[in-house]
C-alpha cells in the first residue's frame, strides 16, 4: 500500500503502442506534457488511487540474472538520472509492444510518469508508473453553430478506471525493487505481469496470508462443498477468520488441530489439497507465517458464506461468527415432504 497525500509528478510522457500482430506501430511524444492545474488535479488520483488499496507486492524477476529484465535496468536509468526519462519512456514502450504476440492485445496509449514523495512503508521515496489505456469511453461535447448549441461525441479517457498499471517504488529490500501492480482488463495476464513486468510474488507476509486464505476459499469450494455440503463449506471458511482474527501467526499443526477438531477426516484431504494448490497455483504455502492484518481484511470480504436453495430463499451466515452455524442451525430431512430442510434458531428478528 501507498500513501499519495503529498505526492507529486514531476515527469509524465504520453505515447502510443501499437500490436505487431496486426501491423500497428508505435507513436512517440517528443516531450513531456505541463499540465494546467485542473488537468494536473484529475490526472494524479486517477493514476495512483488503485494503489491505495494493494496488498500484494512484487519484485522483478529473471530466468538467467535480475540485471537482464528490462524494466528492472530502465527503472534505475531514470532513478539514476532523469534526464533520461524521454529516451527510456520509448523503449519501455517498444518492450511493451514486443509482448504484443496475438490479435487479442489491443493498442492503447501508455502513460509514464516520475513520482516524488509518494510514501511506502512510511518512508517517502520516488515511483515510476507505467499506465495502459485500452478502453475509451464516449461523451457528448456541446459547441455554437447557427446561433444554437449543438452536440457531437467523442471518445475519451474516463478517470474513473484504470486499465493497466504499475508503479516501481525507488525502495529495495533482500528482493529487489518493490514492484505494485493492477490490471482490471485482466484478459491475459500473461501479458502483463509475466511477459512485460516479468516480476514474481514478494515473499512477505502479505503473500503468505493471501496464499493460505486463498488456499482455504479453494478448498472450502472445491472439496467440503461437494463433499459434505454448503453449511460444512461456511463454518469451515467462518473458523478459518476467526482462527486468523485470534491469532498473530499461523501454525499450519495448530491450525488444522483448531478448524477440524470435530472432522479429523478433513485433515488428510487438506493437507492433499494443499499440495495441488501448490502445484497447480506455482506457489509455496508457507506452513508459519505472522498473519497481515490489511490482508486479512481484504480477503475476509471476498468470503461468501450464503445458502442458496432451489425455493428461492437463501440464507446468509456471518463470517464473524463461526460458531452460529453449529449452534443455532440444524439440517435435516422431512419425510412426508420428501426435502431436506434448515432449522434456524433465534430469540428475535429485525
Not at 531514470?78 to 492485445?105: C, M, P, R, Y
Not at 470435530?262 to 506455482?282: G, H, I, R, S, T
Request: with cysteine; charged share 30%.
Amino acid at each position: 500500500m501507498i500513501k499519495r497525500n503529498q505526492a507529486t509528478i514531476s515527469k509524465f510522457i504520453i505515447h502510443k503502442v501499437g500490436n505487431k500482430f496486426n501491423s500497428a506501430t508505435n507513436i512517440f511524444s517528443e516531450n513531456v506534457i505541463t499540465f494546467d492545474e485542473e488537468s494536473y488535479e484529475l490526472m494524479k488520483p486517477f493514476l495512483l488511487k488503485p494503489f491505495g488499496n494493494v496488498t500484494e507486492s512484487f519484485r522483478f524477476n529473471h530466468h538467467a540474472n535480475i540485471e537482464l529484465n528490462e524494466l528492472n535496468n530502465y527503472s534505475a536509468q531514470i532513478f539514476e538520472d532523469g534526464a533520461t526519462f524521454v529516451d527510456v519512456s520509448k523503449h519501455i514502450v517498444n518492450h511493451l509492444f514486443e509482448q504484443s504476440n496475438s490479435a487479442q492485445i489491443k493498442i492503447g496509449d501508455v502513460i509514464i510518469a516520475l513520482f516524488e514523495d509518494i510514501e511506502y512503508k512510511e518512508v517517502k521515496t520516488q515511483a515510476i508508473g507505467i499506465f495502459k489505456i485500452e478502453n475509451k469511453i464516449n461523451f457528448f461535447q456541446t459547441f455554437m453553430e447557427n446561433d444554437s448549441l449543438d452536440v457531437f461525441v467523442q471518445k475519451g479517457i474516463s478517470t474513473k478506471k484504470l486499465d493497466k498499471g504499475c508503479l516501481i517504488i525507488n525502495s529495495t529490500d533482500a528482493e529487489g525493487k518493490v514492484v505494485l501492480s493492477v490490471d482490471t482488463n485482466n484478459y491475459d495476464a500473461q501479458y502483463w505481469l509475466n511477459n512485460f513486468l516479468n516480476v514474481k510474488y514478494a515473499d512477505d507476509n502479505n503473500q503468505h496470508t493471501q496464499n493460505y486464505i486463498e488456499m482455504c476459499k479453494d478448498f472450502s469450494e472445491e472439496i467440503i462443498k461437494e463433499d459434505f455440503g454448503v453449511h460444512e463449506k461456511s463454518k469451515f471458511l467462518a473458523k478459518t477468520v476467526d482462527f486468523f482474527k485470534e491469532n498473530e501467526s499461523v501454525n499450519i499443526n495448530d491450525f488444522k488441530e483448531t478448524i477440524f477438531s470435530e472432522n479429523e477426516e478433513f485433515k488428510p484431504l487438506f493437507d492433499d489439497y494443499k499440495k495441488q494448490f501448490e502445484a497447480v497455483n506455482n506457489v509455496l504455502v508457507r506452513n508459519q507465517f505472522a498473519v497481515s492484518d490489511i490482508v486479512l481484511k481484504k480477503q475476509k470480504q471476498k468470503i461468501k458464506t450464503e445458502i442458496k436453495l432451489d425455493t428461492n430463499i437463501q440464507i446468509k451466515l456471518d463470517v464473524d461468527a463461526p460458531d452460529a452455524a453449529s449452534e443455532y442451525l440444524e439440517k435435516g430431512y422431512d419425510e412426508e415432504k420428501k426435502m431436506k430442510f434448515y432449522k434456524v434458531y433465534f430469540n428475535e428478528e429485525d
